[in-house]
Every structure is written in structure tokens, then in C-alpha cells.
């Protein structure tokens, strides 16, 4: 198995467009979640959002454009940030041998929502041409692949919340066994539909909004939880050998050490600790090294009940006395629950806070839960000086993935 570098980091997300802008947010807690703003905002029982702020489609041709759906529009931003990054001309010697790898857990819903409104509410039948390429999931890896001219595999999964951490860590395989030499790999969501938030909130899963400051309504971990808030955006690495990124002189940002992913074969939204645990033990022998090599957490972190409670006790179950000496970030509460995205936003946070050497913090922490009474990082960040991480993902329908990351030098 070869050692697979991480040389390129994209990121659009509600916390900042851009690597260094998303980590300095997530540094100083500053909350990317608001009221949402949409012109159906006052059918929602609580209009709650992390909605992308940064301009987007600059240099893009009009007839592209068109053919963009959000996700798709938001994932190309954040390859090509990553590629640029990556010195991306140099990334891939053979295009056939890179690969891109894209999670998503509902592809295209705007531009699906929107013709089912052209279709049912306005009782027309002038769909817009482009609808099946604008709707479909693996749109946003095809319009990457297009772009950066990639030949090998153009993949994408869709597993609900852990979409885009199978996509990279699926990704990781292929580049470790030497069946690629390189890929793009992460997620992208905009589920910020009509439809999509209406779905969501009749599953009674989604937060209420604090009377004092709507930006704090998501609070993970915390006695006074009430659900997680949908957000936006996109991440995307570019991943590589480590003997072929140091060959050409790249900068590395971190390695992929490991990845695991489980199905709980239970229930298809009730989480359980046995099965999140079972998620971090493949991930830890995909590594090759035990629960006390791991220096921190990126907690799931949802901030809905069971979640959190199921989490604490999973991380319990792994780490055993040394659970509560373990920091752990749940930056959803600043970022939102990105769905298919969350995964590759949070991983890459994870990459971000070794290299600086802080652990970040888990925001609006005030009134710690007595059944989750572990080091969340409440509130403030810390400097810590972490070499490998945990990045945790699960998901609805029991697919959970972890993947392992690294800081050492190369």
C-alpha cells in the first residue's frame, strides 16, 4: 500500500470560500448559520439555513452556466480551488490514471424542485431542457472531469451523510493499491429546495432557533439540543502519491492513513453506538494502529439527541478510559449539516487544524449534557499539537465511514 498525500484543498462552505478563510472562521467559532432568507421561508416551522455567501460562476461561460445546478456549480469551484492549490498541471502526469470521486446525498434537488413547480403548480409542461443534466448526482464529478480533463474513474456515492467521506476514502483505496495515481475526491450538497426542507423538517430532525441569537441554534452535544440545520456547499481534495507529490515538489497538507466504513443493518435512521464504533475500528485497522495512536476527534456531531448520545458512547466503546482525554470538534455548529458534503468539509478541517496545531471548537456549548461528558473543545479553541485524527461520518440507511488522517512529515 502506498502512502497517498493530501496537496490541494478546495472548500466553499457558509464558514468562508477558500481554505484559509474556512479555517480561521472555524478557529474563532464565527457561525455561518442564520435565518434563512428564501422566498419560502415563512412555510418553514423554523427558517433556519448555513447558506453560502461567496459569489459564485465568476469566468464561467453563460451556456455552461446554464447547465449548472448549485451542487454541481459549487463542487467545480472548490476542485478547481483545490487544483490550483495542488499546482493541478503537474498533479496528474497521466489523466488516465486520476480518478474523480464525488459524494452527494441529493444531487441536483433545486433544479429537480424547480421542475416539478413548472410542472404541478404551474401546470405547464415547459421543463427546462437541461433538467435530467442539472438533476442527476454524478454531475458534478462529470463537469470535473471535463473540466481538468481526468480519464480514469469518474465515481459518485451516494450515502446519505457519509457520502463525500466514502468518495475520498474510496478514492485513498484505489491511489494506495497503485491502481491510480491520483484523483480529485470530496462532496457536494445544495439542498436549500422548498421540497428538501420541508422533507427534512417532517422528519422532525431539524433545530429550533435560539431566541437569542438564531446564528448559536445549533448546538451539539449540548443539554439543550434541539436538531441539526441544513447548510450548503462543497469540498474537494486532491489526493496523490506521496512519492509522486514529493517528486515534483508539492506542498503536502496531510496524508490519508486509513478508512472504514460499516453498515448497521438496523435501522434506517436510528443511530447505535455499536455501529459508529464498529465504523471507527475498520478505520483504525485500515490504518494499522489502535485508539491510542488518534490525537483528536472530528465528532459527526449532529446536534440532534440521539446522535450525540449514541456518538459519545461509540467513542467510549473505542478509546475505553482514554475517551475523555481525547479532544474532540463538532464544527457543525457553525458550518451546518452539509449532507453529502459534510464529510469532505469536516475531513478537511481536520487536515487544516494539525497543520496549525489547534483544536477547534465546538460552539455554543454553554449547558454541557451530563450523558455526554466528554472533551468537546466547549467554545474556544486550544492550541494542540495533534498528528492523526479521526474525521467520523454516519449517515441515515446505516452507512457509516471514517477515515484516518495524518500530519507527519513526509
Do not use: Q
Given at each position: 500500500m502506498r502512502r497517498v498525500a493530501v496537496t490541494g484543498i478546495g472548500i466553499v462552505s457558509p464558514i468562508g470560500n477558500g481554505a484559509a478563510e474556512v479555517f480561521a472562521h472555524a478557529r474563532d467559532g464565527r457561525s455561518g448559520i442564520g435565518r434563512f432568507q428564501g422566498p419560502f421561508a415563512h412555510r418553514l416551522r423554523a427558517p433556519l439555513a448555513a447558506c453560502v455567501q461567496a459569489e459564485l460562476g465568476a469566468g464561467i461561460e453563460p451556456a455552461k452556466l446554464r447547465m449548472l445546478d448549485r451542487?454541481?456549480?459549487l463542487a467545480l469551484e472548490a476542485a478547481n480551488q483545490a487544483m490550483t492549490q495542488a499546482k493541478g498541471a503537474s498533479a496528474?502526469?497521466?489523466?488516465?490514471?486520476?480518478?474523480?470521486?464525488?459524494?452527494?446525498?441529493?444531487?441536483?434537488?433545486?433544479?429537480m424542485d424547480e421542475g416539478y413547480r413548472t410542472l404541478y403548480a404551474e401546470d405547464s409542461d415547459r421543463i427546462k431542457p437541461y433538467t435530467v443534466l442539472l438533476g442527476m448526482h454524478n454531475a458534478a464529478a462529470a463537469w470535473i472531469g471535463i473540466e481538468h480533463r481526468l480519464r480514469g474513474p469518474s465515481l459518485t456515492y451516494s450515502t446519505a451523510c457519509s457520502s463525500s467521506a466514502v468518495a475520498?476514502?474510496?478514492a485513498w483505496q484505489r491511489i494506495a493499491r497503485g491502481e491510480l495515481d491520483g484523483a480529485i475526491a470530496g462532496g457536494a450538497e445544495a439542498p436549500l429546495s422548498n421540497?428538501?426542507?420541508k422533507a427534512w423538517e417532517a422528519l422532525h430532525t431539524l433545530a429550533s432557533i435560539d431566541p437569542q441569537d438564531a446564528s448559536a441554534s445549533c448546538k451539539p452535544f449540548s443539554a439543550d439540543r434541539s436538531g441539526m440545520v441544513l447548510g450548503e456547499g462543497a469540498a474537494m481534495l486532491v489526493?496523490?502519491?506521496?512519492?509522486?507529490?514529493?517528486?515534483r515538489g508539492a506542498q503536502v497538507h496531510g496524508e490519508i492513513l486509513g478508512y472504514g466504513t460499516t453498515n448497521e443493518a438496523s435501522h434506517i435512521t436510528r443511530p447505535s453506538a455499536q455501529g459508529q464504533a464498529e465504523s471507527m475500528q475498520a478505520a483504525l485497522r485500515s490504518a494499522g494502529i489502535g485508539p491510542d495512536a488518534i490525537d483528536a476527534i472530528n465528532a459527526h456531531g449532529t446536534g440532534t439527541a440521539a446522535n450525540d448520545l449514541a456518538e459519545t458512547e461509540a467513542i467510549k466503546a473505542v478509546f475505553g478510559a482514554r475517551a475523555g482525554q481525547v479532544p474532540i470538534s463538532a464544527t457543525k455548529a457553525i458550518h451546518g449539516h452539509l449532507?453529502?458534503?459534510?464529510?469532505?468539509?469536516?475531513?478537511?478541517?481536520?487536515?487544516?487544524?494539525?497543520?496549525?496545531?489547534v483544536a477547534l471548537p465546538t460552539m455554543h456549548l454553554a449547558r454541557p449534557d451530563p450523558a455526554c461528558d466528554l472533551d468537546y473543545v466547549p467554545n474556544v479553541a486550544r492550541?494542540?499539537?495533534a498528528r492523526t485524527m479521526l474525521s467520523n461520518s454516519f449517515a441515515f440507511g446505516g452507512t457509516n465511514a471514517v477515515l484516518v488522517l495524518g500530519h507527519e512529515s513526509p
Open positions: 451542487f454541481s456549480l496528474f502526469d497521466d489523466p488516465h490514471r486520476a480518478g474523480v470521486f464525488v459524494g452527494s446525498g441529493m444531487g441536483g434537488t433545486l433544479s475520498i476514502g474510496e421540497g428538501s426542507m489526493l496523490e502519491s506521496m512519492d509522486h507529490a514529493l517528486a449532507l453529502g458534503a459534510a464529510g469532505a468539509l469536516e475531513a478537511s478541517l481536520c487536515l487544516l487544524a494539525m497543520r496549525h496545531g492550541p494542540f499539537a
